[in-house]
């Protein structure tokens, strides 16, 4: 995975849990998921940058019925490029990184974390002569 020469798409995925409720979901009632796709980014911390923005914004809509903030954004980087050790295991081809919004009561106790979103950056090779719409 040649991430100097690469462009980079994230995608995400919101899962409807019984006990919260997502402002931008309450248009629809019967949605359980909803799944995003961004457009091509040209840099890796361009993509990051907006991925971890949704995930932010999905964070404060779940919070802001909490009176302590319970929901947080945690992030994984593919251990290929750091050479660190993550709890995810099964790492796609194509993807650099992870985001979750998760219950931050979760942590530390080693086990798989239950996240109500999920954000997955990838790489998207450069194709010549290709335009992106964006």
Not at 13 to 30: N, R, T, W
Not at 122 to 128: G, Y
Request: proline share 4%.
């Amino acid at each position: 995975m040649d991430l100097q020469n690469s462009h980079f798409a994230f995608t995400a995925i919101l899962k409807q849990e019984q006990d919260i409720s997502f402002e931008g979901l309450q248009v629809f009632p019967g949605l359980s998921e909803i799944s995003f796709r961004s457009r091509i980014f040209s840099s890796y911390a361009e993509c990051v940058k907006s991925c971890k923005s949704l995930l932010d914004d999905v964070s404060a809509d779940v919070n802001r019925h909490e009176p302590n903030p319970k929901y947080k954004v945690g992030a994984e980087v593919n251990p290929i490029h750091t050479g660190t050790q993550t709890l995810s295991k099964d790492w796609g081809e194509t993807e650099v990184a992870r985001f979750w919004v998760y219950d931050k009561n979760m942590e530390g106790n080693n086990s798989k974390i239950a996240a109500i979103c999920k954000g997955s950056v990838m790489v998207v090779p450069k194709q010549e002569n290709v335009q992106y719409l964006n």
